[in-house]
């Protein structure tokens, strides 16, 4: 029996359930590929300064490219997932590895603004494949720590957060923001291998010789179903919510609370450093008490801390308001896990490709929203509004599998 005043007991006991319940060697290379992956898109964000001040554009523009990026990601979501419901996991995954791969090389070679934009619709194009795909994945591989499994993958997503941007900025301080992307070229070349030597060639359930079209009939009744529809919402209030923090924290603390842009970004850091144990611990509160008392606890601590940003100017106390928001970030493991687990299992990869393309592509109104706002003037009210789509997406999260 696990000793709740134990943290290490607890610890050691989810990582046997979880070497019990799956493969832990899919998990692994899964989980670097997702490092990547997500690591690459909040990279993104931390060397948009520099990119901006190279081409000369405003937080609207900037806030558009943020926007672009998550859009063309959220337009392989469907794609991707149809596609390893029919060709299997290992390749969609390394081959969404591969893309990213050029697109990467592409924003390095980017000398225009039209370049830059052009390899950021690549890069988008190429990250989509890989979303959907490796959460079904984890899904099929394991049965009851599924949540637990996720969340392990979803808290690598953050090392790579904080690992991947922290080496950016140092490399682009010395050889320039291109090479703050280049220098992950090696380590995505390494992840493709890894992906195509230990991930299965097919996971999941297949569909067997039904017709593609029969297949898409399934999904097509099985996204009208009220639950669904409810776990959609609330996938997509979450989504706009992250996608908009993750865009523009950053800008904010360096605009409105005057952080040097350094600073900034180390407080960014902090961030996701915090989300990577929040994450693993709402992972098994989750697996414990349910993925509705998971969304409404985590999602719910970040409400005050958007009200506090918008208040506090002192670095210490900004500290501790962005440690407190990263509990925000604690919501995704449960909401994913909920998504997935809404869908049959012969159709998760297709169904749930489809409801991440719709709500992914929703939350990428966010950024531009906010950068707009942003430019009137009105950054703190931008905040204090997604402080109130916080508090929406907590209770919603409590209450969705009441629908249906």
């Known amino acids: 029996m696990v000793n709740p005043y134990r943290p290490w007991s607890l610890l050691a006991d989810a990582t046997a359930e979880l070497r019990r319940d799956g493969s832990a060697g899919v998990l692994l290379v899964v989980s670097l590929g997702w490092f990547l992956s997500l690591g690459v898109r909040i990279v993104y964000p931390a060397l948009l300064p520099q990119v901006t001040a190279e081409f000369g554009v405003d937080n609207a523009t900037t806030g558009l490219f943020v926007g672009v990026l998550w859009t063309t990601y959220a337009l392989l979501q469907f794609p991707g997932g149809a596609l390893a419901d029919v060709v299997g996991e290992r390749l969609v995954l390394a081959g969404s590895i591969v893309l990213t791969t050029g697109a990467v090389g592409a924003l390095v070679l980017a000398t225009t603004l039209e370049l830059f934009v052009v390899a950021t619709v690549l890069l988008g194009l190429g990250t989509g494949l890989y979303g959907t795909t490796r959460l079904t994945v984890i899904s099929a591989v394991y049965d009851r720590m599924a949540t637990t499994a996720i969340s392990v993958s979803q808290a690598s997503g953050n090392v790579g957060n904080v690992v991947l941007s922290a080496g950016a900025g140092v490399v682009s301080a010395y050889l320039g923001w291109r090479w703050g992307f280049g220098y992950l070229l090696p380590l995505l070349v390494v992840c493709a291998v890894g992906l195509w030597l230990f991930v299965p060639r097919r996971a999941s359930a297949a569909t067997g010789d039904e017709p593609f079209s029969r297949t898409m009939r399934k999904v097509a009744a099985t996204v009208r179903r009220p639950r669904v529809l409810a776990v959609t919402a609330l996938l997509s209030l979450n989504m706009f919510l992250y996608q908009s923090v993750t865009g523009f924290l950053p800008t904010y603390l360096v605009a409105e609370k005057g952080l040097a842009p350094g600073v900034a970004a180390t407080v960014y850091s902090v961030f996701f450093a915090t989300a990577i144990g929040v994450q693993f611990l709402s992972g098994l509160v989750a697996d414990r008490r349910g993925n509705p008392v998971a969304i409404f606890v985590f999602v ?61 592509a929703f939350g990428a109104v966010g950024p531009p929203t906010v950068g707009v706002l942003a430019d009137v003037g009105r950054f703190d009210l931008a905040f204090l509004f997604l402080g109130g789509v916080a508090l929406v997406t907590s209770v919603w999260g409590l209450l969705f599998e009441r629908v249906g």
């Open 300 to 360: 719910g601590l970040s409400v005050p801390a958007f009200v506090l940003l918008t208040v506090v100017d002192v670095l210490p106390a900004l500290v501790a308001t962005v440690l407190l928001l990263s509990s925000l970030l604690g919501g995704m493991p449960a909401v994913n896990a909920a998504g997935v687990g809404s869908l049959p299992e012969e159709i998760q990869g297709s169904g749930f490709g489809l409801l991440r393309t719709c709500y992914i």
